[in-house]
């Protein structure tokens, strides 16, 4: 291998890896990963990712290591995006705001639902690798998919009809039948899932779809440019931005999924001339100013939907960066675009 493999597809395998029972940092030595991941950039090659996946089930004979990872990671860890699926107009749309999520962040990756009388299917395929290279990955796509989809239900013993994977069985039925609670079909033409149709149509809250889209559209543009610059801060300002619906979110949890200290994490942000809480401040009133803008919510369910528990704390904070209170700033847009 290359002195230095590179996790591309999340941040958070690493506190995966440890929940499994692998330690983490103890596979970063083996194969010489940098500790900090925030030196690592996050589209460079995917077949360094496969193959690292590869790599650390062989070592550990984990024979299902991807259905592992894939059955601890849940909805919080989406960070936004999970934040958007929850709320979601419908079920159907939450399979679509994933696939966009997959395509973004796994290059190659292609989520497709289909429909066909009572039954939907959703495939999930790697191109330009072959079906036993790459069958860490699909596991780990088809078990978290089924995971939050018991989430979005909220049915915790919810299962697919039928799960299916083109590669071969070489002894990870067991797990895998225990993860989805179906019959896995291997040596399939398609890798995926198969459920009721009517579960499309099943919807999972009643959240303000503005505020949906604003930070939906937040966090696409973050991706878009970490994807295009890989700088440091584009990096924080993903992680801060996927995950600004989180009440008690901190620079500790940043350098968590960053994988440095607290205290290097802050000098370097220092040297960039920055901070956690700036950044922080600067993607909330983002936020906050679109939603303001095109939604119809009040200040205080906009207060709430963005983690704060005190309404009157958000116009605290919205007052000190704008210099006005939230409805005054909605009320001089309108004026404006009058």
């Known amino acids: 291998m290359e002195k230095t493999l590179l996790i591309t597809r999340s941040l958070r395998i690493r506190s995966a890896l440890n929940e499994i029972g692998i330690d983490a940092d103890m596979i970063f030595r083996k194969f010489r990963i940098s500790p900090e991941l925030g030196k690592v950039a996050v589209s460079p090659s995917v077949s360094k990712y496969v193959d690292l996946i590869n790599a650390i089930a062989a070592s550990f004979e984990r024979p299902a290591l991807g259905a592992e990872i894939g059955n601890v990671r849940t909805l919080r860890e989406l960070g936004v995006v999970g934040y958007i699926l929850k709320n979601a107009p419908s079920f159907g749309q939450a399979l679509t705001t994933i696939s966009n999520h997959i395509n973004l962040t796994l290059p190659g990756a292609r989520l497709s639902l289909s429909e066909e009388k009572d039954l939907a299917t959703v495939t999930f395929h790697l191109d330009g690798f072959s079906d036993e290279r790459c069958r860490h990955e699909v596991e780990l796509n088809v078990v978290h998919l089924i995971g939050v989809t018991r989430q979005l239900l909220d049915q915790v013993d919810w299962a697919p009809t039928g799960v299916f994977f083109r590669h071969n069985d070489v002894g990870q039925s067991p797990l ?163």
């Open 176 to 338: 895998l039948e225990q993860f989805s609670g179906a019959c896995v079909t291997y040596d399939h033409f398609f890798s995926g899932l198969r459920f009721p149709r009517h579960y499309l149509d099943y919807n999972p809250s009643n959240a303000d779809p503005e505020l949906l889209r604003v930070l939906e559209r937040l966090n696409e543009v973050a991706l878009n440019s970490l994807q295009e610059s890989r700088s440091f801060l584009d990096r924080v300002t993903l992680i801060v931005t996927s995950r600004i619906t989180e009440p008690g979110f901190n620079l500790d949890d940043v350098a968590a999924e960053i994988g440095m200290s607290r205290r290097s994490l802050h000098r370097k942000l220092q040297e960039k001339g920055t901070s956690f809480r700036t950044i922080r401040s600067d993607t909330m009133m983002r936020a906050a100013k679109e939603s303001l803008i095109s939604g119809s919510q009040s200040v205080t369910q906009l207060a709430h939907q963005l983690g704060y528990s005190d309404a009157s704390a958000f116009n605290r904070f919205f007052l000190k960066q704008a210099g006005v209170t939230p409805l005054q700033y909605r009320k001089q847009q309108l004026k404006l675009s009058a």
